[in-house]
C-alpha cells in the first residue's frame, strides 16, 4: 500500500517551488476516507513566509473533506530519507495518531517506515489521536 503514497509524493514533488533552496519535496497522505492527496514545498522570497510539504498536503485534505491521517509518505530530491521537520512534525501529529506509519523515501521507494510516536514523541495529544 505504501508504493502508491511513495508515487504520489514524487509526483507531487515535481510540483514544488523551490528557487531559492533549491530542495523540492513532495508528501503524501491516505486519509480516513481512502483517497491520496499530495503537497509540495511552496517558498516565497519573504522568509519564512513559504510552506513545507506536509502542510500543503494537510491543507489539501482538509479541503477535500478528510480530517485523519492513516498513513504519510515524504520525500526529497536531494536527501534520501528526508523526514518531517520538527514544525510540521507537531502539524502532522494533529491529524494522526500515534501509530501512524510515515514513510521516509528516496528516488527508488519507501526505504525507512516510521510511527508518528517515533517522530515525536510525548507530542501534544488531541482527540484524534
Avoid at 82 to 94: A, D, L, T, Y
Wanted: one cysteine or more; glycine letters at 10%; aromatic letters at 8%.
Amino acid at each position: 500500500m505504501s508504493h502508491d503514497l511513495f508515487e504520489a509524493a514524487r509526483g507531487a514533488m515535481a510540483f514544488a517551488h523551490a528557487p531559492y533552496s533549491k530542495f523540492p519535496v513532495g508528501a503524501a497522505i491516505r486519509a480516513e476516507d481512502g483517497k491520496v492527496y499530495t503537497g509540495a514545498n511552496i517558498e516565497n522570497l519573504s522568509f519564512p513566509q513559504g510552506w513545507c510539504a506536509e502542510p500543503t498536503a494537510i491543507s489539501a485534505m482538509i479541503m477535500g473533506g478528510a480530517k485523519k491521517i492513516v498513513e504519510m509518505a515524504v520525500i526529497a530530491e536531494k536527501l534520501a530519507l528526508c523526514p518531517p521537520c520538527g514544525g510540521c512534525r507537531q502539524k502532522i501529529s494533529e491529524f494522526a495518531s500515534k501509530g501512524t506509519k510515515i514513510y521516509l523515501c528516496d528516488e527508488t521507494g519507501v526505504k525507512k517506515t516510521m510511527t508518528m510516536d517515533e517522530l515525536l514523541p510525548f507530542s501534544f495529544e488531541t482527540e484524534l489521536g
